[in-house]
């Protein structure tokens, strides 16, 4: 049930960010640097895979103890790594985010 509403929520934000660019990611897209930031600000999905990732994973930090935190800062920071191999190619981007989504909320 809890990967259902999870899912909703997520569609939602997609909806939601075809209309807002630059304000559904995670971050200030005023600030964004790199390839893969500007490609997520310029990209309403991504812009929306983005802010759905981040609620999943600010939701895991503040429902676990500290070692359970910290483990996952650890993968979220390697994801992060892995993910901007991808530069600026948006279906990379793409897969790489509904892959890490799932994994998140299982």
């Known amino acids: 049930m809890l990967l259902y509403i999870r899912s909703l929520g997520l569609a939602l934000l997609m909806s939601l960010g075809v209309g807002?660019?630059?304000?559904?990611a995670s971050f200030d897209c005023n600030?964004?640097?790199t390839e893969t930031e500007i490609a997520i600000c310029s990209d309403p999905e991504l812009s929306a895979l983005d802010e759905g990732l981040h609620i999943a994973y600010r939701d895991i930090l503040v429902s676990n103890f500290d070692d359970a935190a910290e483990t996952a800062r650890t993968e979220q920071r390697n994801w992060i790594t892995e993910r901007n191999l991808c530069g600026s190619e948006v279906s990379c981007l793409?897969?790489?985010y509904k892959k890490?989504?799932?994994h998140i909320v299982k």
């Open 20 to 24: 807002n660019i630059g304000n559904a």
């Open 94 to 96: 793409i897969d790489k």
């Open 31 to 33: 600030k964004a640097t």
């Open 100 to 102: 890490r989504h799932i």
